[in-house]
């Protein structure tokens, strides 16, 4: 490394398709980080996550799929871990992570439940550790260029925001852990539907105050497509639309509707285009490169980087999806959120 540190030790937990994803990035920045380790219980998993290593000439790491028994044995010799698992062991691998005094970058969504959030924020307060959320949005260059200009007043007050996003998930899911509520905890609104939850809360940047919801599994176990209709504190309108039952396709679009100003962007920060009052379209706004979520975890971590996706905005996609659902099992009747005067603690729901 040209600042002469050292390399920063990963333990990779989980070696599935998303991981493999992610590696393949990581390997291209060897200077900066040593995967010293995996945790993957699937041989088959495992088995796939070293042939990538195996094609770019390095050695893979050693697996140890017991977690307590890899953090016991050597997590003093882990710096970071990047959990990518399914959401059911989010809460209880990151928070072992931590308390081992582990930094953790987290796959999205951060957790099942507003109340596993809260409790993820009470063990990062307590191990003063870093957590960061695994979102493409919220870690891209585009949405944090999207986030400084909303909040800098250039586009006026947020009005209306719209987003949507589409996949052939059901056919693509059919057989896996996704479509497995105990597991995915949610359907497509909650899997790829995250990155649209978690995006459009960056963006607007506060709490919201009311949802109403409609959710239908189209005959399998989880929701496949979904529809809501939301109020921020402030006053601001959301509606959102997921459909994974499209066409083979996986794409989104996200509109922001200001007094001064109309801002695009997509779930996963794959554009930024800005119209201007008195402009007769969008514009492209230009934004620096990016690795990916690793390497700004990173930069998050040497503190180059203040941190784009904390678990506090995990919590507020959580409560928002804690009323999706209970919305949406009431036939889409409007559920108030009450959030206390601490901002990290959900009292109740009504």
Request: glycine residues 10%; negative net charge; charged residues 20%.
């Given at each position: ?41 699937s ?53 072992a992570?931590l ?9 999205k ?10 409790d ?22 585009q ?19 719209h ?9 693509g899911t059919?057989?896996?852990w996704r ?55 402030s ?6 639309s ?54 700004q975890?990173?930069?998050v971590?040497?503190?180059?980087l203040?941190?784009?996706?904390p ?40």
């Open positions: 490394m040209s600042n002469g540190a050292q390399p920063v030790r990963l333990v990779m937990i989980g070696c599935g398709g998303m991981a493999r994803h992610h590696v393949r990035r990581i390997l291209q920045q060897q200077d900066t980080t040593q995967i010293v380790a995996a945790c993957e219980p041989g088959q998993s495992y088995e796939d996550f070293c042939t990538i290593f195996e094609e770019v000439g390095a050695t893979p790491p050693p697996n140890e799929p017991n977690l307590e028994k890899l953090l016991q044995d050597r997590g003093d010799e882990i710096d970071a871990a990047f959990i990518i698992t399914p959401h059911v062991l989010h809460h209880d691998q990151a928070a992570c308390e081992a005094g582990i930094d953790v970058l987290l796959e969504p951060m957790v099942m439940t507003a109340a596993e959030a809260e993820l924020i009470a063990i990062r307060d307590r191990t003063q550790r870093l957590l960061v959320v695994s979102f493409n949005g919220s870690l891209s260059p949405i944090r260029t999207a986030v400084k200009m909303l909040r800098s007043g250039a586009l006026g007050n947020i009005l209306n925001v987003g949507v996003t589409w996949q052939s998930w059901k056919n059919m057989g896996t479509q497995n509520p105990v597991m995915s905890g949610g359907g497509f609104l909650f899997d790829t539907g995250a990155h649209l939850l978690n995006t459009v809360s960056d963006l607007v940047g506060e709490e919201y105050s009311e949802v109403a919801a409609w959710l239908d599994n189209r005959g399998t176990p989880v929701d496949i497509l979904g529809s809501v209709m939301a109020r921020t504190v006053g601001a309108f959301i509606t959102l997921a459909c994974g039952d499209a066409i083979k396709s996986c794409h989104s679009d996200v509109r922001v509707f200001c007094t001064e100003g109309i801002l695009r962007t997509g779930i996963w920060g794959e554009r930024l285009e800005v119209q201007r009052n008195g402009q007769e379209r969008l514009m492209p706004v230009r934004v620096p490169a990016s690795m990916g979520q690793w390497e975890f990173l930069n971590r040497a503190g180059r203040v941190n784009p996706c678990p506090e905005i995990g919590l507020r996609m959580a409560r928002l999806w804690d009323a999706i659902q209970m919305s949406a099992a009431q036939g889409g009747q409007p559920v108030k959120i009450l959030v206390s005067e601490t901002p990290e603690l959900t009292r109740a729901y009504s």
